[in-house]
T-cell receptor, first 113, second 109 residues
């Protein structure tokens, strides 16, 4: 049972480049989330999804887009990367019956030069 | 708006007891969660309090006072492996959490 898997684990981008981060969960969870973590800032919610085909904005959505075409996958896209998007990105999922418990992936460390 | 306050750093010695406090201001409060994160690792769920009082899980306990908008995480019999960051998170009506900035716990031998 893999839980929540994020790919890639590391990535370096140049300003203006685009990329997609993939999150996959095998726990049949309805809820999925994307966070960014910066030093001293805790975890800030970027976007989330409460089910297949649905997405919603979180606290810091600007510069990011998401899609949830399949229940098990949640994609985070950066259309034109900026140095301010250098961060560690975490995906999480939760079960609708226990929404208060989130299961996190190992993270993606992104540097934008 | 919402705000959560927790100390940025706490230090303690092995075998001791340490308390990490969390105060919050929010509307539509449902409960308070705690997560642990080791350096370079993923956050992992520790506990959740929806009602006032103490919840105990092994060496870890979590407390909530809704009237005081306050909670704490209590770690007993500290071990070196407990050195990590600890985050409180407010759960609101949509069950979307808002995390605090985290408390770095340093356990000395």
């Amino acid at each position: 049972n893999a839980g929540v898997t994020q790919t890639p684990k590391f990535r370096v981008l140049k300003t203006g480049q685009s990329m997609t981060l993939l999150c996959a969960q095998d726990m049949n969870h309805e809820y999925m989330y994307w966070y960014r973590q910066d030093p001293g800032m805790g975890l800030r919610l970027i976007h989330y999804s409460v089910g297949e085909g649905t997405t919603a904005k979180g606290e810091v959505p600007d510069g990011y887009n998401v899609s949830r075409l399949k229940k098990q996958n949640f994609l985070l896209g950066l259309e034109s990367a900026a140095p301010s998007q250098t961060s560690v990105y975490f995906c999480a999922s939760s079960y609708s019956g226990r929404k208060n418990i989130q299961y996190f992936g190992a993270g993606t460390r992104l540097s934008v030069l | 708006g919402q705000s959560l306050e927790q100390p940025s750093e706490v230090t303690a010695v092995e075998g001791a007891i340490v308390q990490i406090n969390c105060t919050y201001q929010t509307s539509g409060f449902y409960g308070l969660s705690w997560y642990q994160q080791h350096d370079g690792g993923a956050p992992t769920f520790l506990s959740y309090n929806a009602l006032d009082g103490l919840e105990e899980t092994g060496r870890f306990s979590s407390f909530l006072s809704r009237s005081d908008s306050y909670g704490y995480l209590l770690l007993q019999e500290l071990q070196m492996k407990d050195s990590a960051s600890y985050f409180c998170a407010v759960i609101r009506g949509s069950y979307i959490p808002t995390f605090g900035r985290g408390t770095s716990l340093i356990v000395h031998p």
